[in-house]
Structure formats: C-alpha cells, structure tokens
C-alpha cells in the first residue's frame, strides 16, 4: 500500500506564492509519474503539472510560466511551487503517483487534498 501525505496549501493573496509537497511511503518499488490535480467547486478535477519518470514535464496551459514542479527521487516527494498565483487558482489540490509497489503490482494513488485559496 502507498500512502501519499500533502501539505503547503493555505490562503495568500493575488501575486503571492505557494509551494505544494507531496510525499509517497510505503511499499514502492518505483515510481512513474508524480503529479498535482486541481478541483474547484463545481468543476471537474483537472491536471495542473506532472513530471514523469525520465523528467519529461506537462503543464496546464493556465499555470504555464507560473508554476513548476519538481521531484526529489530520493525522498519520492514531488513539489508544485506556485507563483504569480491568480483568484483562479483557487480549488483543493491533490496529488497523484503511479508506479510499482513491491509485489509488482501497478499502483495509483491519490493524496487527501490541500486547500488553496487565492484573494484578489
């Protein structure tokens, strides 16, 4: 079983920045792709950025310039430092891995959810 646990969300103003940390434990053989998804209210939950073993990036065109995320391998913790951060912005934000766990059996997992909120 992998566990993911967030953190870094909060409340900060029009401009400002956030760093978002995610980190996996338990039992992982390898990681694939770590990622951050986004769910405002009433809309659906949509990819943000994710980094994909072997470092190839995707990025919403909305965060494009404006966020970057990163992946310690060592510490199988992905971050999602977020500038110049827009009312827009605001929604829960969780994170996803996928890899192999130690059986060898294909996982995904997503984490509780961090809340950031954007004031304009």
């Known amino acids: 079983q992998v566990q993911l646990v967030e953190s870094g969300g909060g409340l900060v103003q029009a401009g400002g920045s956030l760093r978002l940390s995610c980190a996996a434990s338990?039992?992982?053989?390898?990681?694939?792709?770590m990622g951050w998804y986004r769910q405002a209210p009433g809309n659906e939950r949509e990819l943000v950025a994710r980094?994909?073993?072997?470092?190839?990036?995707n990025y919403a065109d909305s965060v494009k310039g404006r966020f970057t995320i990163s992946r310690d391998n060592v510490k199988n913790t992905v971050y999602l430092q977020m500038n110049s951060l827009k009312p827009e912005d605001t929604a829960d934000y969780y994170c996803r891995v996928t890899g192999r766990d130690l059986l060898g059996r294909d996982f995904a997992s997503w984490g509780q959810g961090t809340q950031v909120t954007v004031s304009s």
């Open positions: 338990g039992s992982i053989f390898s990681i694939n792709v």
């Open positions: 980094i994909i073993s072997g470092g190839r990036l």
